[in-house]
């Protein structure tokens, strides 16, 4: 197969330009909640608080979610480009809800270049990358806990923006539900687009699991995290994501540590947790999110020579 560098790869306009290339960008459907870094973090704390009235905590999808990344994932090597699959200029409603194909997957991630914001976004279907785009917005705010969309989403949006087709779900690197109100990164985004989202993080922002995290866990394995008083916007003891074990040593006394899940819009618990789980290929990180991790790395340097 084609190597990754057939895959079309776009530049983002900023999210609120208009497309000049007859391409169809994700809509911002809810543009109250655009991240607006000039708002104090009083204001920031209350948007998120809105964010989170408005969140959608159970499945609302467009299609099969067992389909979410087919039989096997995409490798760095084993990419099909879009020449592969008919040709890059698909119209951008073409999802796996239209035509009956897999759902279109976005994994999102995000890398910093100085104090600019790279947001990348790798598109798989059936687990072949068909599109990459990425953006570079300025970073307005320091990084703050709990106000990560307020630094990285105006990058994020511009990201999507790029993108020439509707992805049915995005799995982003980030907190979703997770969050001290309810609205991390997945779901201030998710709820922006109206885009079912899966929050990916690699620590645990808080709330607290049901069970011990500093152990070995069994591959495949699966902890509650509930909400404590961290969790301003519901009550202690609410299911608001779990502690997932993609990968694991099998002969050794290492562990990997767990990978943080929860909803982001439109989606449960429990579907993003099997999201994560399907598109797992071996590595720690689902194929989507690892592969939109290593393009944001790839383009660092071309960002960085730009800035200079």
Do not use: W
């Not at 991240?35 to 467009?62: G, H, N, T, W, Y």
């Not at 995005?170 to 687009?193: K, N, P, Q, W, Y």
């Amino acid at each position: 197969m084609p190597a990754a560098a057939a895959v079309p790869v776009v530049r983002a306009a900023p999210a609120a330009a208009a497309r000049s290339d007859g391409g169809f960008p994700v809509k911002i459907v809810r543009p109250e909640f655009v991240p607006d870094a000039s708002l104090s973090r009083e204001k920031m704390a209350d948007l998120q608080c809105e964010i989170a009235d408005a969140a959608v905590f159970a499945d609302d999808l467009p299609f099969d979610p067992t389909r979410i990344c087919g039989d096997g994932a995409a490798t760095d090597t084993d990419q099909t480009s879009l020449d592969d699959l008919g040709g890059g200029n698909a119209d951008a409603t073409d999802s796996g809800t239209a035509t009956g194909e897999q759902p279109l997957v976005a994994g999102v991630d995000q890398a910093f270049v100085g104090d600019h914001a790279v947001s990348a976004i790798v598109l798989l279907r059936g687990g072949e990358v068909v599109e990459r785009v990425h953006a570079v917005e300025p970073a307005a705010i320091p990084y703050i806990p709990g106000l990560l969309s307020f630094r990285e989403g105006t990058a994020i949006l511009s990201a999507f923006d790029a993108l020439s087709r509707d992805p049915d779900v995005a799995l982003v690197d980030g907190s979703g539900r997770i969050h001290f109100r309810e609205a991390g990164i997945a779901t201030h985004v998710g709820v922006t687009l109206d885009l079912p989202t899966v929050g990916v993080a690699k620590s645990l922002l808080c709330g607290a699991p049901r069970e011990s995290l500093d152990r070995k866990l069994p591959q495949g394995a699966r902890v509650a995290i509930e909400a404590d008083a961290d969790v301003e916007t519901v009550e202690p003891g609410t299911r608001i994501g779990e502690a997932v074990q993609t990968r694991q040593f099998e002969h050794s006394d290492r562990y990997v540590n767990p990978l943080i899940v929860s909803p982001g819009h439109r989606v449960c618990a429990d579907t993003a947790v099997d999201a994560v789980l399907a598109c797992a290929d071996g590595y720690k990180l689902p194929e989507p999110t690892r592969l939109a991790d290593a393009y944001a790395d790839e383009v660092k340097a071309e960002v960085r020579e730009e800035l200079d």
